[in-house]
């Protein structure tokens, strides 16, 4: 599993990338930093093809009116980050059907011990007791068939979903293994800076929007008061120095993020904030955070107060992602031995 985000390759064959983001509502700052910003970076070395993951995200219960509204706010939002559909393939999962049909068949190609292994599921299953759903359990599934279906080479994710890409190679080389090569076996991309942000209530957990306490995570949308509000409330430790060490989980994370943010090293924000408090040093960091987002803030407001364009795009990434797609399932299935429609 490579480490490190390069950003040149050979100019012969572009490698293709894909990844996907669910649509929750609260798209944070973990989210950003460990994801949508390096998808950014990549567009123009890489062939990508990104996707909101709506059918993802109602493994937990979804009230209709606000799952609409988040669907769309995500897909402005992302675009607002910086990707660009006239580079990259930008579509919705849910309107694309061949992502159902194949994780259909690639459930019949994973065991029930390896989904059981999942740390995911363990966690989502103890966090929503009354609704441990069939479809928790085979998430993996259908985010192994969203990958696999675009042949993708690379996956650009954060930490946390590494064993989900394990599980997704482990799913490609067992049906090549009987088939024959069908599937593109993918390496994941985590990058060295800011794939696990922490969250800034309990720093040994990751930043998470499905934490309850509203202080632990930062959303890109966040008012720049409450982005300071929450640093300013960050926990830290009893020393006072902001350097990077054991047992300082909180200033670890945020050196991280300001690391990740502003592209400086660990050692020259400990130069910089030598002599100084971590009071200084929780308010540098959120006003950091508050001049990353505060672009990404303006365009938002522009894209999804204008839903043709929106419309426009999403139905058009969903195009091109369905003749892509298609191809593969096609072959799949007719490896497996169903009869051609
Ligand atoms: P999701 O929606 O939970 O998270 C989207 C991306 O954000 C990263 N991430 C983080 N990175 C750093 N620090 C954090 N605290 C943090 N929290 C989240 C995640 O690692 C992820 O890259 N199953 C996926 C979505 C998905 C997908 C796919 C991803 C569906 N199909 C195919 C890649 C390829 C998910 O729920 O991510």
């Given at each position: 599993m490579s480490e490190e985000i390069k950003t040149t390759q050979t100019p012969e064959k572009k490698k293709r990338i894909f990844s996907a983001i669910q649509p929750s509502g609260t798209i944070t700052l973990g989210n950003y930093i460990g994801a949508l910003r390096n998808w950014v970076k990549l567009q123009d070395d890489y062939e990508c093809?990104?996707?909101?993951?709506?059918?993802?995200?109602?493994?937990?219960?979804?009230?209709?009116?606000?799952?609409?509204k988040n669907i769309l706010e995500a897909y402005a939002l992302f675009l607002a980050c910086g990707i660009d559909t006239s580079k990259s393939m930008f579509f919705i999962q849910s309107h694309v059907h061949t992502h159902a049909e194949l994780a259909w068949i690639l459930n019949c190609y994973t065991q029930f011990g390896e989904l059981s292994r999942m740390t995911q599921f363990k966690d989502k299953s103890s966090k929503h007791a009354d609704n441990v759903n069939a479809g928790l359990f085979t998430?993996?599934?259908?985010?192994?068939?969203?990958?696999?279906?675009?042949?993708?080479?690379?996956?650009?994710?954060?930490?946390?979903?590494?064993?989900?890409?394990?599980?997704?190679?482990?799913?490609?080389?067992?049906f090549n293994g009987i088939y024959g090569k069908t599937f593109t076996v993918p390496d994941g991309y985590i990058p060295k800076v800011g794939a696990r942000i922490r969250?800034?209530?309990?720093?040994?957990?990751?930043?998470?929007?499905?934490?309850?306490?509203?202080?632990?995570?930062?959303?890109?949308?966040?008012?720049?008061?409450?982005?300071?509000?929450k640093f300013k409330r960050a926990?830290?430790?009893?020393?006072?120095?902001?350097?990077?060490?054991?047992?300082?989980?909180?200033?670890?994370?945020?050196i991280g993020i300001m690391s990740a943010v502003t592209g400086k090293t660990a050692e020259s924000i400990t130069a910089?904030?030598?002599?100084?408090?971590?009071?200084?040093?929780?308010?540098?960091?959120g006003e950091a955070v508050v001049e990353e987002v505060r672009p990404i803030q303006e365009r938002f407001e522009q894209y999804i107060n204008d839903k043709a364009y929106l419309e426009e795009?999403?139905?058009?990434?969903?195009?091109?992602?369905?003749?892509?797609?298609?191809?593969?399932?096609?072959?799949?299935?007719?490896k497996i031995g169903y009869l051609p429609k």
């Open positions: 093809i990104f996707a909101v993951a709506d059918l993802h995200a109602i493994t937990v219960r979804q009230d209709p009116k606000i799952f609409k998430y993996p599934s259908l985010m192994a068939a969203d990958i696999l279906l675009y042949q993708a080479d690379l996956v650009p994710i954060g930490a946390d979903q590494k064993q989900h890409l394990e599980l997704a190679r482990n799913i490609a080389d067992r969250s800034l209530q309990d720093p040994t957990k990751k930043m998470s929007k499905s934490d309850e306490n509203v202080n632990s995570w930062v959303a890109i949308l966040d008012k720049p008061e409450t982005i300071m509000k926990v830290t430790d009893s020393e006072s120095r902001v350097c990077v060490g054991e047992g300082k989980d909180g200033i670890n994370n945020l910089e904030f030598e002599g100084k408090g971590y009071g200084d040093f929780k308010t540098a960091v795009q999403y139905r058009k990434g969903a195009e091109f992602a369905l003749n892509i797609s298609r191809r593969t399932l096609d072959k799949a299935m007719k």
